[in-house]
């Protein structure tokens, strides 16, 4: 059995990159960050953030490219996919990228400049016909939080439901 899967949550670094491919296929590249925080041997919390490529195809490549924006927390779900190209250096180089297949819209960056609780796309290179409607607001939902170390309770044998 072999499994290939991905699930990330971090905060983009970058606005998404639009691109659409010589057959019309349109592709988004995405930067994220997560970050990891632990207590070392003498007590001190320490922080490390790691960085990763995202690619989205398709139509959910159209929303990531509406919808996303820099600082904005996001849930990502997909593959380990490695390509290798040449720099122009000359030299033969692999990068490792997620693929993504699905994705979730988190909280906005603190301080974004669009309204909190509203999206609004941001202008596609299309142009946009003279009389578009405007979104409807939706309400933003916090993400919950799970904090593993503050969990005490074991799992129960009569707690599991099948």
Known sequence: MNLNKVQLIGRLTRDP?????PSGQTVA????????????????????????????????????????????????????????YTGKDGIE???TDIVAENMQMGSRAQGSQQNAGSYQPRPTQQAAPAQA??????????????????????????????
Not at 17 to 21: A, C, G, K, P, S
Not at 139 to 154: K, R
């Open 93 to 95: 180089k692999k990068v």
């Open 29 to 84: 590249t995405i930067g994220i960050a997560t970050n990891r925080t632990w207590m070392d041997k003498a007590g001190q919390k320490q922080e490390k953030s790691e960085f990763h490529n995202i690619v989205i195809w398709g139509r959910l490549a159209e929303i990531a490219g509406q919808y996303l924006t820099k600082g904005q927390e996001a849930y990502f779900e997909g593959r380990l996919e490695t390509r290798s």
């Open 133 to 162: 409607s405007r979104p409807t607001p939706v309400q933003e939902e916090a993400i919950p939080t799970i904090n593993l170390d503050e969990e005490s309770d074991e799992v129960r044998l009569e707690d599991v439901p099948f």
């Open 17 to 21: 990159e639009i691109r659409t491919t």
